[in-house]
Every structure is written in structure tokens, then in C-alpha cells.
């Protein structure tokens, strides 16, 4: 049955809590300490040690990184009700070195989402899709569509844009905006 509007919804650090896998994985690696709120920008090299600048990107290629990422709080239930009134897709970037440990954590993680729904790309604007559900700002500002940015207590890089695209903060957050726009296509 056709939906009537598409969401596509990013993995990294909006479904999944992989900043914090990586950052486990690299302060074991490193004898750092680095947390989470430290990072207050996309670029991570910016906060880790010094002789890790080039090298932290290196743990990304370890696919052990994704079994480890934890799925963030109400995602199942949010999917599955999204599933119900919308086409949804999981829009994810692309590192070949990973993609296979990504398709592996979606079954684990959501074994009810259709992973021939799951798209490997690093141009998400090229999709004629609704809605963009990502925590990347430069993702949602570059949609074709309406891009919707997720910031939580886990994505402090972005806490500095606020006020120029729908935002929320938590899974709940998206399916209360799903519902308003449901309420406004209806009339």
C-alpha cells in the first residue's frame, strides 16, 4: 500500500549511539578519556590526542565497532509506528569497510524493518524523499526535502544550530512531529 509521505532516517548517532561505540573503542586504543559532551564539533580529530588525529578515523574500518553500538531509547517503537503510516528507509553513509556490520546491527536491533529499505549513501540529498531524520546539520540543510534535525544528550555537535530547521530531541519528539503533519495533510 502506498504511504502517503517518506522518511528516511539516519543510523549513525540517530538510531544507534555509535559515537559512543567509537569513543569506547578509541579511549581503549589510546588511554584517552574522551567523552561524549567533549565533542562539540562534527570533527572529531579536533578533540582526540594528537598523534590520534589521522588515526581515530582508522577504528571506523574495524567492523567490531558496530556489534558493540548500543540502539537509543523508544527507536523500535517509533519505527514500527512510522512503518505504519509512512514509507521508511534507513539512509546511512556509505564506508566500505563497515556496511556489512551496519546491515548486520539493523537485523539484530530492528529484525521487523525490510533491510532491502536500508540505503548506503554519502549524497542524501539526491533522494526524492519527505523528510531527512539526521544529526548531521549539513545533511538536513542540503535535503531536497523537509530535513529534520535530531539532537540529544549524545550529539553536543549540533547543539549549536537551533532555530533553522524542525528539530527534536528524542524518538518521542518524531512521532509527535509525524502526528502533526499527519493532522495538517488530513485538512
Same mark, same amino acid.
Given at each position: 500500500m502506498k504511504k502517503e509521505f517518506s522518511v528516511a532516517i539516519d543510523l549513525d548517532d540517530t538510531i544507534s549511539l555509535f559515537i559512543q561505540s567509537w569513543l569506547?573503542?578509541?579511549n581503549c586504543k589510546s588511554g584517552d578519556h574522551l567523552d561524549t559532551d567533549k565533542i562539540t564539533d562534527w570533527d572529531i580529530s579536533r578533540f582526540v590526542l594528537p598523534?590520534?588525529?589521522?588515526?581515530?578515523? !582508522?577504528?571506523?574500518?574495524?567492523?567490531? =565497532?558496530?556489534?558493540?553500538?548500543?540502539?537509543?531509547?523508544?527507536?523500535? $517503537?517509533?519505527?514500527? @509506528?512510522?512503518?505504519e503510516v509512512a514509507d521508511v528507509y534507513i539512509l546511512t553513509a556509505y564506508n566500505y569497510n563497515i556496511?556489512?556490520?551496519?546491515?548486520?546491527?539493523?537485523?539484530?536491533?530492528l529484525p521487523f524493518?525490510?533491510?532491502?529499505?536500508l540505503i548506503f549513501s554519502n549524497k542524501k540529498?539526491?533522494?526524492?524523499?519527505?523528510?531527512?531524520? !539526521?544529526?548531521?546539520?549539513e545533511k538536513v =540543510?542540503?535535503?531536497?526535502?523537509?530535513?529534520?534535525?535530531?539532537?540529544? $544528550?549524545?550529539?553536543? @555537535?549540533?547543539?549549536k544550530y537551533t532555530n533553522h530547521y524542525p528539530t527534536v530531541h528524542n524518538w518521542l519528539d518524531i512521532q509527535?512531529?509525524?502526528?502533526?503533519?499527519i493532522k495538517e495533510l488530513s485538512k
Open positions: 569506547d573503542r578509541y598523534e590520534w588525529n589521522l588515526k581515530v578515523y !582508522d577504528i571506523l574500518k574495524e567492523d567490531c =565497532i558496530y556489534e558493540k553500538a548500543e540502539i537509543k531509547k523508544d527507536v523500535v $517503537e517509533t519505527i514500527q @509506528w512510522l512503518l556496511a556489512k556490520a551496519k546491515g548486520k546491527w539493523i537485523e539484530k536491533n524493518f525490510l533491510i532491502e529499505n540529498h539526491i533522494y526524492n524523499i519527505d523528510y531527512l531524520i !539526521d544529526d548531521n546539520y =540543510i542540503g535535503f531536497n526535502g523537509c530535513g529534520i534535525l535530531f539532537q540529544d $544528550e549524545n550529539t553536543p @555537535w549540533n547543539h509527535t512531529f509525524f502526528e502533526n503533519e
